[in-house]
């Protein structure tokens, strides 16, 4: 099995990447995420950090860090602000398992806040997650991360068999009782555009999981959204 990695940029005022990063505890490793993005912001996904292992980034980013820890093997989500990028930054919450970071922040006299969320692999899991989100954020909110649901049949290649999934429904209601938008496809209601690239057993598989979400109250404040292939 290989991994093709897709970061998702977002450009809000300040330039957002998030990127699923599959584990990055080497030291080579996080130079090279660190160095490789011109982000004022990074999300973070799958660091597999530790307590002890955060001196290494420390050491390494040139800002401030906001993290939910996982384990060595599995989950962990952190926000990277570079300094005077933003002003009155506030960690909004962190959850206990590696899921889900959010930070709140000024910018130009406006309060926003961002999260960023790791959604579980497994579709009961990652669908009560989902509804666990109701009131999570108010109008000024952003959303990115990586979901791991096909939101519809576009976010999939052509061959691949399109199953049902609660949690996509959940995610669904979600957005549609919190007036959240999926920026990318709603400017691109006919593309296909992957964020993840998986060889299994020689067969390519492809998918848009990463997503970015906002409120839409804002979403129009989004200069663009993009995704890039690392």
Excluded at 214 to 227: D, P, S, T
Aim: aromatic content about 8%.
């Amino acid at each position: 099995m290989m991994d093709w990695i897709h970061p998702l940029f977002i450009v809000i005022m300040v330039r957002v990447v998030s990127i699923n990063t599959n584990g990055l505890r080497s030291k080579e490793k996080v130079e090279l995420v660190l160095e490789a993005f011109s982000a004022d912001i990074l999300c973070l996904q799958e660091t597999h950090w530790t307590e002890p292992y955060m001196d290494n980034v420390r050491q390494r980013w040139n800002g401030l860090m906001y993290v939910s820890n996982g384990t060595v093997r599995a989950c962990g989500v952190a926000i990277l602000v570079k300094h005077d990028v933003v002003s009155n930054l506030t960690l909004l919450c962190a959850d206990t398992v590696g899921r889900m970071v959010g930070v709140g922040f000024t910018y130009q006299d406006m309060e926003y806040s961002l999260y960023n969320v790791y959604a579980p692999n497994n579709e009961i899991e990652r669908r009560v997650m989902f509804m666990s989100m109701v009131g999570l954020c108010g109008k000024n909110c952003l959303l990115v991360g990586d979901f791991n649901v096909w939101m519809d049949r576009l976010d999939a290649s052509s061959s691949a068999h399109f199953s049902s999934d609660s949690s996509r429904g959940a995610l669904l209601r979600l957005m549609r009782d919190e007036d959240w938008v999926d920026i990318w496809r709603e400017r691109n209601p006919d593309k296909r555009v992957f964020s993840r690239r998986q060889v299994v057993r020689g067969e390519l598989k492809q998918s848009r999981i990463d997503l970015s979400l906002a409120h839409r109250e804002v979403a129009h404040l989004v200069v663009g959204v993009k995704y890039s292939h690392t």
